[in-house]
């Protein structure tokens, strides 16, 4: 889902000026890896989809809360609490708008008949509707996003500047004092 978002934020960062000096040191990665394996069972068996993706959800989120002293990790913390409301209320799938999914260059049948791992349609039923994937985003990769998942994409972005040593506080743009310190 990120691969053009992160693409992109390597680009902005070496037109900043940054280079990598070394990887940020985060807590307990293994757990990002136990989320990746999960998903990749939730699309391998997809009647257990919900189960597995909700679990990996679980892993992400002991991953964030081990890392939350990063400024761009709690913003990424709040489109995952955003996410994982969307999900968890709706039987562990997000639900899709499936207008906007009609833009996207792929199949939705197994949307349509109830065999996507990750998606369900939206509909009248569904709980939190504000926080499902409703927003069409063309780009590189064109998607249906949700507000969690640009919470995810700014974090994600902000992340990356941090690791290309050219970091962009929000907190410290909002004080007004200089975006960019240097290590």
Do not use: C
Not at 152 to 180: C, D, T
């Amino acid at each position: 889902m990120l691969l053009d978002v992160i693409g992109l934020s390597f680009v902005v960062a070496l037109l900043r000026g940054g280079r990598i000096k070394e990887f940020p040191k985060f807590h307990k990665l293994f757990l990002l890896f136990i989320s990746i394996v999960l998903q990749a069972l939730s699309a391998l068996y997809p009647p257990a989809g919900g189960i597995f993706v909700s679990i990996s959800y679980v892993f992400i989120l002991v991953f964030l809360l081990f890392n939350r002293q990063f400024e761009d990790i709690r913003i990424f913390m709040m489109g995952w609490f955003l996410n994982s409301l969307a999900i968890w209320t709706n039987n562990g799938r997000m639900p899709i708008d499936l207008e906007q999914a009609k833009k996207l260059p792929y199949d939705l049948t197994p949307v349509i008949n109830g065999t996507n791992f990750k998606h369900s349609i939206l509909s009248e039923s569904t709980n939190l509707p504000f926080l499902t994937d409703v927003i069409y985003m063309p780009s590189i990769i064109p998607r249906v996003i949700s507000i969690g998942d640009i919470f995810i994409m700014l974090g994600a972005f902000l992340l990356v500047q941090r690791l290309m040593n050219k970091p962009i506080s929000l907190l410290q743009l909002r004080e007004g004092k200089n975006y960019a310190t240097k290590s």
